[in-house]
T-cell receptor, first 111, second 113 residues
């Protein structure tokens, strides 16, 4: 079957670092996406990994291990505005049409 | 500005009254899709379209219809809405290539009474 698992909720302190993990099982794999979604709003693209390793983009970094079916999103220097849900999504085939989403991790950033 | 325009933003209706949620993109994307989002379940795909006149079922297609007569538009039709279709709906589009990110509409919060 196809499945994506990520923690339901996490809490972290402003200025700290937080790592959100994601494990996936898909029939074929063409990359791993992370999206950010603020409450009541649309998801917005954060990162895409297709090769193993770490991709850094400002305060956000994303890691992928294809052999382990594992990814994480690393958020540094947390700000209050980072309070949101973070969606892990796998693309089992070319194109976006079969993208499978995890249920999302709600991150609460406290002062 | 590149965008996916989805309307209406909020909709309250009654059981059995047909409704349409519109979706339009201005990026010449081949691929468009509809998702519903429910607490604890994440985004689940309803229908998708690879191009004009090409549509296929996603994971939860029951009770929904779609059409793709023009490349830019992909309306979602609920012929006879039921309370279990109360949800937050998102339209999304992307280029039809591996690794292409999805662009989402602003969402439609539907309540079926």
């Amino acid at each position: 079957g196809q499945n994506i698992d990520q923690p339901t909720e996490m809490t972290a302190t402003e200025g700290a670092i937080v790592q959100i993990n994601c494990t996936y099982q898909t029939s074929g794999f063409n990359g791993l996406f992370w999206y950010q979604q603020h409450a009541g709003e649309a998801p917005t693209f954060l990162s895409y990994n297709v090769l193993d390793g770490l991709e850094e983009k400002g305060r956000f970094s994303s890691f992928l291990s294809r052999s382990k079916g594992y990814s994480y999103l690393l958020l540094k220097e947390l700000q209050m505005k980072d309070s949101a849900s973070y969606l892990c999504a796998a693309a089992p085939d070319t194109g976006g049409f079969k993208t499978i989403f995890g249920a999302g991790t709600r991150l609460f950033v406290k002062a | 500005e590149a965008q996916v325009t989805q309307n209406p933003r909020y909709l309250i209706t009654v059981t059995g009254k047909k409704l349409t949620v519109t979706c339009s993109q201005n990026m010449n994307h081949e691929y468009m899709s509809w998702y519903r989002q429910d607490p604890g379940l994440g985004l689940r795909q309803i229908y998708y379209s690879m191009n004009v006149e090409v549509t296929d079922k996603g994971d939860v297609p029951e009770g929904y219809k779609v059409s793709r007569k023009e490349k830019r538009n992909f309306p979602l039709i609920l012929e006879s809405p039921s309370p279990n279709q109360t949800s937050l709906y998102f339209c999304a589009s992307s280029l039809d290539r591996g690794g292409e990110k999805l662009f989402f509409g602003s969402g439609t919060q539907l309540s079926v009474l």
